[in-house]
């Protein structure tokens, strides 16, 4: 079985485009032009303001299939969101007015079949639009409040999901429908032959939009989300503390913070005395003494203590 090759950050770009001429367009919608010379991936990348991991990702993937990008937190998604809006404007600006022009120009308009092809296309066309239309109103600029560090209400990635329709069943009729349309006039036969051709470049064009969507884009999203909301959390903490006073801190013992800790991490007073190499007593005096000068008396108040003063990080607490 063929092994299919990963292309890394040194490989030269001309080296990429030859054995996958395909790319040509992914490689616009990142805001990279031809005439790049010998230059490597990583020059051009970073000659253009493209995040380099993040084009090899989605390069990598348009050739060699799924890849699991659930915990990839290289990502960026600043990155992934230009080359979709680019991608967009493609699709919506020149590819699909340019396949309806071949097909008008090959079609009789006056033929009741080539009618329906054409009507076929505009429906297909419609509903294309429209969806990439609601990404660019609803889903783009939400991503762009998240990368500001801004949450929406009522909204998030898989909201988006769920509206991430597939289009196949109107293509399929319509393929179906050009490939029985065979007028007996050799040019004008051509003529639908390349149109066909085009629609299914077309077809697999948006299928690895849609798939690096699904399998990049969205998972970085929700990445995103993730981070804002433990953002969110970690700011609630210092402020609620901070409301009471932060001063208290330089009241305790060292003594007395390492007990804190200990609660922190679960351990029962048997265990921290062990820990601490001190006896059961001086642990339950510890503990008097502590919730005295802070007046808190509860585990989780002494967990929002500990995260808000650093003596134990927010990642090693569960939320």
Request: aromatic share 8%; glycine share 4%; proline share 2%.
């Amino acid at each position: 079985m063929k092994t299919l090759k990963m292309y890394e950050a040194s490989d030269k770009m001309v080296t990429l485009m030859r054995d996958n001429y395909h790319l040509l367009q992914t490689l616009e919608s990142f805001g990279i032009h031809l005439g790049f010379g010998d230059k490597t991936v990583k020059e051009m990348c970073e000659e253009n303001n493209v995040d380099t991991y993040t084009f090899l990702a989605v390069v990598n993937y348009t050739i060699n299939g799924h890849t699991d990008f659930n915990d990839d937190a290289q990502l960026d998604v600043r990155t992934l969101l230009h080359y979709l809006e680019a991608s967009h404007t493609y699709f919506l600006d020149y590819q699909l007015p340019t396949i309806r022009k071949k097909l008008g120009d090959c079609l009789d308009s006056d033929n009741a079949l080539g009618q329906l092809i054409i009507k076929f296309f505009d429906d297909y066309a419609r509903e294309i639009q429209r969806h990439m239309r609601y990404e660019e109103q609803t889903l783009f600029p939400y991503v762009e409040a998240l990368l500001n560090g801004e949450a929406k209400k009522n909204y998030n990635v898989d909201t988006f999901s769920k509206h991430h329709e597939s289009t196949d069943r109107v293509l399929i009729e319509l393929k179906l429908m050009v490939i029985k349309y065979l007028p007996s006039d050799g040019k004008t036969n051509n003529k639908l032959m390349a149109a066909l051709y085009d629609i299914y470049n077309n077809e697999e064009w948006l299928r690895n939009h849609a798939n690096v969507e699904d399998y990049i884009f969205t998972p970085a999203i929700r990445r995103l989300e993730n981070q804002l909301k433990q953002d969110k959390v970690t700011q609630n903490i210092s402020t609620m503390v901070n409301k009471s006073g932060n001063d208290n801190n330089d009241m305790l013992s060292d003594r007395e913070r390492e007990v804190i800790v200990s609660l922190v991490q679960g351990m029962a007073n048997k265990e921290i005395a062990d820990h601490l190499c001190i006896s059961v007593n001086t642990v339950i005096t510890h503990r008097r003494n502590i919730a005295r000068k802070l007046q808190i008396h509860s585990p989780a108040g002494l967990t929002v203590y500990a995260i808000v003063n650093g003596l134990v990080d927010i990642s090693s607490v569960k939320l």
